[in-house]
């Protein structure tokens, strides 16, 4: 956004201006990658069918990857997703939830708005800052994510409400939009929590910061020792495998770092890993460095994401950043309001940087939406196999297929068919090793007991026989 044009243009005008037009490309955009079957069954499916089934009186049940029913907080603790129950009413859900996704990510230029037009000197300044909110690259993945919806995305404006009513000294709305940020993931609580330091000693309230950094403490022990073993199958660990490396468990992982220090240190400083941190944070040109307090709730996130052996979890292109993008970007707007002379100049920096690498952006991965047309082969096939799957049938779906069948009690993961009545596979689901799909299609229909009800173009639906 031009420096001129915010001068001759009311600064809080553009901001709504532009964040109203970067609402509507990413519904759009959201609404158009569910509808080419771009979204996946991990995540948008698991989320669908927790927020369904909660509707429907069954407390964030869903079908995990082995088939079994279980609670969505044997895997993660974000209850958060029960509040979402009430858009199952208007329709399809996982429309519902991308859009809601993208609309919250959106509302969060509002705090950081606020905070910078409070705190720096210029409102053309804070203009530019919440405008560097919504290019930031981390903040575009979180409203339109990979794996379709994740609920810590919506803890991003959550945290930076949090933020602002806190700087406010407004304790009650603090309270609320804290609890509400913490309830998206198991690890936020901790995040949230740390908010409680820097206002105990950036503000000089210890009688509060404390309590609501031990509140947050208390609140991630409890998810981590409690929550998600209680609800986990048993012997099972749901982030065994991602931190084996490191001890696999809470207490293996807390172990192990005074056991065996050099394992944390080779897992944490990697090539890999000191790309993503330049890409999450060289754009904001270190300002956030001159808010440390601020900055440093982060760091629970960052331990989470930098501990673990999962390639996703340290990139800038998946939904891990949420538990740091709100920090990054509040303490940016405190740190340029610490910087006494050329604030100006450094806000107009810090914007051209973010637009230099908004670049990397998940709009580029929605150029090319010919398949949309009704004309498409593939395109029809999906929609017309669809059609031919009962509303309140067990189904096992492939991956790309799975979200638009969410809204029911069981959806299995292909090729995991125990307990299905009905398949619905496309051969050409790039998730899945080649030859995997058709392998597993022709020893169900070999076996006597399948039998194939539709087959065009690359989708195959399959009956079980009674």
């Not at 490309?25 to 369904?52: C, I, P, S």
């Not at 009186?57 to 082995?66: K, S």
């Not at 209680?230 to 084996?244: D, L």
């Not at 240190?265 to 990697?270: D, H």
Request: charged share 15%; with cysteine; net charge positive.
């Amino acid at each position: 956004m031009p420096t001129s044009m915010l001068r001759r243009t009311s600064p809080a005008r553009v901001v709504y201006s532009v964040a109203g037009l970067y609402a509507t490309l990413f519904v759009a955009a959201t609404v158009a990658k569910h509808l080419e079957y771009g979204t996946t069954r991990l995540d948008l499916g698991n989320m669908t069918q927790a927020v369904w089934n909660t509707a429907h009186g069954r407390f964030l049940e869903y079908t995990a990857q082995d088939g079994r029913q279980m609670s969505r907080l044997g895997v993660h603790s974000d209850p958060f997703l029960a509040l979402l129950a009430p858009l199952s009413w208007l329709g399809s859900t996982p429309l519902a939830l991308l859009v809601f996704q993208a609309l919250a990510v959106t509302t969060g230029v509002l705090p950081v708005y606020w905070l910078a037009r409070k705190h720096l000197r210029t409102e053309q300044s804070a203009a530019m800052l919440a405008i560097v909110y919504l290019l930031y690259p981390a903040t575009q993945f979180n409203a339109l994510p990979p794996e379709g919806f994740h609920s810590s995305s919506i803890g991003i404006p959550l945290i930076l409400f949090a933020i602002w009513f806190l700087d406010e000294d407004r304790l009650i709305p603090f309270g609320v939009f804290a609890l509400l940020a913490a309830a998206t993931k198991e690890e936020m609580p901790l995040a949230v929590g740390c908010l409680g330091v820097w206002y105990a000693f950036a503000r000089g309230r210890p009688r509060v910061g404390i309590p609501v950094f031990l509140g947050g403490v208390a609140a991630a022990a409890v998810n981590f020792l409690v929550v998600i073993p209680h609800f986990a199958p048993p012997g099972v660990h749901p982030f065994r495998e991602r931190y084996a490396a490191v001890g696999g468990t809470p207490t293996g992982i807390v172990r192990k770092l005074f056991t065996d220090p050099s394992a944390a240190t080779s897992t944490v400083f990697t090539t890999h890993h000191f790309v993503y941190l330049v890409l999450l944070f060289a754009p904001l040109l270190g300002l956030w460095a001159r808010q440390p307090l601020l900055a440093a709730c982060a760091l629970p996130e960052l331990a989470v994401n930098l501990l673990t052996s999962k390639p996703s979890q340290t990139t800038i292109f998946f939904h891990y950043t949420a538990g740091i993008v709100p920090f990054a970007l509040a303490a940016s707007v405190f740190g340029a309001a610490t910087v006494r002379r050329r604030q100006a100049d450094v806000c107009t920096w810090l914007l051209a940087a973010v637009a230099t690498t908004a670049l990397l952006s998940p709009l580029w991965g929605l150029r090319n939406l010919d398949h949309l047309s009704a004309s498409n082969p593939t395109h029809e096939a999906r929609k017309a196999a669809l059609a031919k799957i009962p509303p309140d049938a067990a189904v096992s779906a492939t991956n790309y297929l799975g979200p638009q069948l969410a809204e029911r009690r069981r959806l299995l993961d292909f090729p995991v068919t125990r307990g299905a009545d009905w398949v619905i596979a496309d051969v050409a689901d790039p998730t899945y090793a080649p030859g995997k799909i058709a392998t597993n299609l022709a020893r169900l229909t070999s076996s006597g007991r399948w039998r194939t009800v539709y087959r065009v173009a690359t989708v195959h639906v399959l009956r079980r026989l009674r």
